[in-house]
């Protein structure tokens, strides 16, 4: 374990304002239509760039893989954890999920850009804190 992760809140090594400062979560995003569905890896990857760079986020490196016939991964490795996006053209889907531990991310900015680069017909989001 690292420095201030030792115990609970409180507590030696618990670290009360490294715990605010390093609030964890997920955010969760469903997108429906539009055809963000279809786009191979290299695309889903610059459009994650592109909601990285509206959340302000630090991307340190970028993978993708396109599936046969149809379907593609990507993920980005942010210093603040990772972004990822999985597609599925036969259900006109795509899943999106960043892990942060960056805890000033707004959530309503990512939806944004997440409409603005892929532009779906639907955005479902859930957040939920990791501990």
Known sequence: RGPGRGGRRGQPGGGDLLHVLMARKNLLFELHGGSAPDMRGGELVAALRYVAHRAGLTVLASQFHDFAPRGATAALLLSESHLT???????????????????????????????????????????????
């Open 85 to 131: 996006a999985h597609t599925w053209p036969e259900e006109r889907h795509v899943a999106v999920d960043l892990f942060t531990c960056a805890g000033e991310t707004d959530a309503g900015e990512v939806e944004s850009a997440l409409s603005a680069a892929l532009g779906p017909e639907e955005i479902e989001m859930r957040e939920v804190s990791r501990r």
